[in-house]
Antibody
């Protein structure tokens, strides 16, 4: 059974950093495209970042987080990460990790329950 | 960036009714369109991809149609568990993918 469990969220001051983790089971993260999607309070879903499959997986970011966030994975732990630096109030959101489809890699076929990040002084 | 616009923002309907949700793209996305269901406190769930293909385990009462810039999600007979927020997502020439702002289905 595919499972994704996010952790690492919390309260952080503006300008601070946080690292989110997404522990995967039931599949191998390195064999799938893995993404982060967020939902700000009262808002819709916003794509944040994607890490392609393979050893040299390419990474892409939304313009809103480019240069501040870094997506990565640890194959030995089968875990996806999102390092978030220079956090802003507008980064406050529930952050979901998601696994792509096998054939259609741009869709999110499995999602975690999310972890809440609050950026506030 | 392709902008996705969903209408209406909120739809009040009764169980058993048929409902159609709309999604419009700012430029053609071919059939590269997915629909998700999202309930409060839960993970989003993929319903439809490639505009009209139901995801694994999705009930037949959910159907998608459209291509280019106009898409619809139809729920043939609403059940109590279908009240949620629905998002469309385009993935033509991605990344990035972009989502619509969502349509909330509420009980009348």
């Amino acid at each position: 059974e595919v499972q994704l469990v996010e952790s690492g969220g919390g309260l952080v001051q503006p300008g601070g950093s946080l690292r989110l983790s997404c522990a995967a089971s039931g599949f191998t993260t390195s064999s799938n495209y893995m993404s982060w999607v967020r939902q700000a309070p009262g808002k819709g879903l916003e794509w944040v970042s994607v890490l392609y499959s393979g050893s040299g997986g390419s990474t892409y970011y939304a313009d809103s987080v480019k240069g501040r966030f870094t997506i990565s994975r640890d194959n030995s732990k089968n875990t996806l990460y999102l390092q978030m630096n220079s956090l802003r109030a507008e980064d406050t959101a529930i952050y979901y990790c998601a696994r792509s489809g096998v054939v259609v890699t741009a869709i999110a076929t499995y999602w975690g329950q999310g972890t809440l990040v609050t950026v506030s002084s | 960036e392709i902008v996705m616009t969903q209408s209406p923002a909120t739809l009040s309907v009764s169980p058993g009714e048929r409902v159609t949700l709309s999604c419009r793209a700012s430029q053609s996305v071919s059939s590269n369109l997915a629909w998700y269901q999202h309930k409060p406190g839960q993970a989003p769930r993929l319903l439809i991809y490639s505009a009209s293909t139901r995801a694994t385990g999705i009930a037949a009462r959910f159907s998608g149609s459209g291509s280019g810039t106009e898409f619809t999600l139809t729920i043939s007979r609403l059940q109590s568990e279908d009240f949620a927020v629905y998002y469309c997502q385009q993935y033509d020439n991605w990344p990035p993918v972009t989502f619509g702002q969502g349509t909330k289905l509420e009980i009348k």
